[in-house]
C-alpha cells in the first residue's frame, strides 16, 4: 500500500509548496489537482514538474479531477476534449495513468439511463 495525498486538501499552497508538504509528511504518492497543474505550468516546463516530483521522490497516481463532462454543447465538448488531451500529455509526461473526470450536475428529469448512455458516450469520445 502506498499512502497517497489529494493535494487538493491543502489548495491554499502552491503546487511545489503541497509535493514538498506531502514528503515531509511522508507520502509516497500524491494526486494532483488540474488547476494547481494548470497555474504551475504557466510558469514552470513539463521538464521542472518531473523534477520536482523526482526531487521529492514522489509518485503522481493521478490527476483530478476534470469536472462538468456530461451533458456539453458542441462548444463546451471542444473545451473539455481540449483540456482533456492537455492534461493527458501531462500525465504521460510525469508517469502518471490515471486522470479523475466528474459528471456535471444532473439535468432535470434526467434518469439514471440517460446519464449512463450520456457518461459512456463522453468517455468513449475522449478516449
Known sequence: MLPCLNLITIFRADLEEAVCAAAQAGFGAV??????????????????LRSLL??????????????????????????????????????????CRTLVVSASVRPRDTNAARISEETASVLGKLL
Open 31 to 48: 494526486e494532483l489537482w488540474t488547476d494547481s497543474v494548470e497555474r504551475y505550468l504557466e510558469t514552470h516546463t513539463i521538464d521542472e
Open 54 to 95: 523526482d526531487v521529492h521522490r514522489m509518485e503522481v497516481l493521478s490527476i483530478g479531477d476534470i469536472e462538468s463532462i456530461t451533458f456539453c454543447d458542441a462548444g463546451q465538448f471542444d473545451e473539455l476534449r481540449s483540456r482533456f488531451e492537455r492534461l493527458a500529455a501531462i500525465a504521460d509526461a510525469i508517469s
